[in-house]
């Protein structure tokens, strides 16, 4: 019997829980560690569709990035957003795991399956948090190359083709796309850390207007593909892997898709 604190186990050997930033809330957070497990949903998310979609699926454990309890709760009600969705997963018998800073540093998480997605190959960590047990250096966001050069316009394309976006806010720093850095979700802080690397292009999201005129400044494209999207790269990956570790269970991707979108003005 697989129960939710194995498949807890096998998570904290990908993304270990103390690789997480100070400010994160990744862990088991509903649920019975003792319970059984034989259906699992993966999602970046824990909205209200996503758990009817773990209802309609029968599933027991949903696994996560984006932590559903993030500041601390002082009580569960039902007029609360988060207290709303904490009962539903406590009445259908469904526990959630979430994987958040972990995740984005942890080797062959968020950022390396950015980079896969992209086509780059990685070659060094954009902004080093730590060092692991193993002495390897810990870090969010990656740098690399891809394996040709090609213009910025042909890499926009690219970028809205593999990370299924309907739409990226950019600037250009007037360079064609070989030596990149990609930070999955909010990651405008690290556009110098980019460019002291020699990068010629960013790719993140939830970029401020002012950081836009920065990398102008710089030289550097700097690239919005969308929070979910740059870092929805990661949910099959994970599916994947517990697929592969727990093969009698039944593992599912969830069908969530990029809630923002673009509309552009004929």
Do not use: W
């Not at 050997?13 to 103390?18: E, M």
């Not at 970046?44 to 990035?65: F, G, K, M, P, Q």
Request: hydrophobic share 45%; aromatic share 6%.
């Amino acid at each position: 019997m697989v129960t939710g604190n194995d498949v807890f186990a096998f998570l904290n050997t990908l993304a270990p829980l103390h690789y997480q930033m100070d400010f994160d809330n990744s862990g088991f957070l509903v649920g019975d560690r003792s319970a059984e497990v034989r259906r699992i949903l993966v999602a970046l998310d824990i909205t209200d569709s996503v758990i009817t979609e773990a209802e309609a699926t029968r599933a027991d454990l949903i696994v996560s990035h984006h932590p559903l309890i993030f500041h601390k709760l002082s009580g569960v009600c039902a007029d609360d957003p988060t207290g709303h969705k904490v009962m539903r997963l406590i009445r259908s018998g469904i526990s959630a795991i979430c994987m958040h800073t972990n995740l984005d540093i942890a080797e062959g998480g968020v950022n390396d399956a950015l980079m896969a997605a992209l086509g780059a190959d990685v070659n060094d960590i954009l902004e080093p948090t730590g060092t692991g047990e193993d002495g390897a250096r810990l870090g969010c966001g990656r740098i690399g190359y891809l394996q040709q050069e090609m213009p910025l316009e042909a890499f926009l394309q690219l970028v809205t083709e593999r990370l299924h976006v309907n739409g990226v806010r950019y600037v250009s720093g007037g360079k064609p796309v070989h030596h990149i850095a990609v930070c999955g979700g909010s990651g405008g802080s690290m556009l110098e850390l980019a460019h002291e690397a020699g990068c010629d292009t960013l790719v993140t999201a939830d970029v401020k207007y002012d950081r836009f005129l920065t990398a102008q400044e710089l030289g550097i494209n700097l690239i919005d593909a969308d929070h979910f999207c740059t870092e929805n790269v990661v949910v099959p990956k994970l599916a994947e892997a517990l697929q592969s570790h727990f093969p009698d269970v039944a593992v599912t991707v969830s069908a969530l898709k990029q809630t923002v979108k673009f509309y552009a003005a004929r």
